[in-house]
């Protein structure tokens, strides 16, 4: 499958120029699959709910997603983009793949970070994946990567591919990810915005270096830290349903489940 992350600076407030930036990084590159940033169409920084409600998207028919789902139909691809999401309850920070078929599917962030439960309900979407031409997708948002028991659910649920929209300002979750393809067996791809967002007296520095990685944790490519760029890559997706280690291991087989959640017994008389 040939996939594709792109890395962009979002002008907050300004979805149809963000969009429009997108379109055209997108248009330069085909590709079969692409993972668009967290919050790519409205900024990140919010400063009041009422910026976050002029911002959300509605699934299925909103601006963020007409223009996407107009973009994959016509391009006959699928798109993975990070949105603020309108729904009954409230305001999400959510994901949604698109495809060629109209074919769509949510996924709202679970772990939310700092100042976002603020203006974000906690996602209640169940960790699951996404069947596309053979493949098989799992979408994580950002600040989920440091939970792995998020990429392992996704992993176990049969993905290939973490498709991971982030913004993100701590330095450390681009290698971290190369551990999560490790301890899986599956391709990362990691999509992150760059530059920095101020906002009264609120103000985030992001770190770019958007990467894919492969099911042995190495790097196919990763991103610079401040640069505006597209990148694609062919992987072979049977490289992930090989989850064994060496003639004697499997990842997946070898799991001992009856023991990890046995914390509150005691060994030797002492707690554990």
Not at 66 to 71: E, Q
Request: with cysteine; net charge negative; hydrophobic share 40%.
């Amino acid at each position: 499958m040939q996939v594709a992350f792109v890395q962009m600076e979002p002008r907050f407030g300004y979805p149809e120029a963000n969009l429009e930036k997108v379109l055209a990084m997108m248009e330069s590159k085909p590709a079969e699959l692409y993972v668009l940033p967290e919050l790519f169409a409205s900024g990140y920084v919010f400063i009041s709910p009422d910026e976050v409600a002029k911002a959300a998207d509605k699934v299925g028919d909103g601006l963020v997603y007409r223009t996407i789902a107009d973009f994959a139909k016509a391009r006959k691809c699928a798109v993975i983009y990070g949105f603020p999401e309108k729904a009954s309850e409230g305001y999400f920070n959510s994901s949604l793949f698109v495809d060629e078929f109209g074919n769509h599917k949510l996924y709202r962030k679970i772990h939310l970070f700092f100042e976002e439960k603020q203006y974000f309900l906690p996602g209640n979407s169940p960790l699951g994946t996404i069947a596309y031409r053979d493949t098989k997708l799992g979408m994580m948002i950002c600040f989920d990567w440091i939970f792995p028991e998020t990429a392992r659910c996704l992993a176990l649920a049969g993905a290939d591919i973490i498709c991971h929209p982030v913004n993100l300002v701590m330095s450390y979750c681009q290698d971290s990810m190369k551990t999560r393809s490790i301890e899986n067996r599956i391709f990362t791809i990691t999509a992150n915005r760059i530059g920095e967002e101020k906002r009264g007296d609120k103000g985030f520095k992001f770190t770019g270096k958007s990467q894919i990685t492969d099911c042995e944790g190495n790097v196919i490519y990763r991103a610079d830290v401040d640069k505006e760029e597209i990148f694609t890559a062919d992987i072979n997706i049977e490289d992930a349903r090989n989850k064994r280690v060496n003639d004697l291991n499997d990842l997946f087989g070898d799991r001992r489940v009856e023991y990890y959640n046995r914390l509150g017994e005691t060994i030797d008389g002492i707690h554990q």
